[in-house]
């Protein structure tokens, strides 16, 4: 499964018509989407006592790499589920993590996010700083480049600024009145 969210996930495996009256014992269910750890622990448990297993595998990357299959997944769940689905996870990913038990998965993707969409954020009020202040963006990417704490994703943000994006963050407010 790759749904919207946590509430789509429950609804589809236990709702009133959920999978998990149809699914037989030994079907190891894997759910990529983004979801909530504490709701995914609750339904392995579930799905458990029924003898069925459940992966969360949440995925990064964006579409290019989905249609290159070069995916990167992090698996929570039982480790022998893992195994037995390690081929198919291999079949459209680069890189698979095994992160730990149910719930592991969701947890580092959502540290994942928190952390992509905080530098980000940063570096978005940085480079909107410096075009306030006159600073030729191409420039300062250039020489970003050549240094360690270059992000590739640079050239996409200052595009997105030179077309009239604004960043509404605190930073960049803040940095106008120094």
Not at 70 to 94: H, R, T, W
Not at 122 to 145: F, T
Request: charged share 20%; hydrophobic share 40%; with cysteine.
């Amino acid at each position: 499964m790759c749904l919207p969210h946590s509430g789509v996930v429950e609804e589809t495996l236990i709702g009133e018509a959920g999978m998990i009256n149809d699914l037989a014992p030994h079907t190891i269910v894997i759910d990529c989407s983004t979801s909530d750890p504490a709701s995914t622990c609750n339904l392995s448990r579930l799905l458990k006592d029924r003898k069925i297993s459940l992966l969360d595998a949440p995925m990064n990357r964006g579409p290019k790499d989905a249609r290159e299959g070069k995916l990167n997944i992090m698996v929570g769940g039982d480790p022998e589920a893992y195994e037995a689905v390690y081929p198919l996870f291999a079949s459209f990913s680069e890189n698979i993590y095994y992160v730990g038990q149910a719930g592991a998965g969701h947890r580092l993707k959502l540290l994942n996010n928190y952390i992509s969409m905080a530098f980000t954020s940063i570096v978005i009020s940085s480079l909107s700083y410096a075009q306030m202040n006159g600073l030729d963006l191409a420039i300062l990417d250039k020489v970003m480049s050549k240094g360690s704490n270059y992000i590739p994703a640079m050239p996409l943000m200052i595009s997105w600024l030179e077309k009239g994006g604004t960043s509404f963050n605190f930073l960049s407010r803040t940095l106008v009145k120094m």
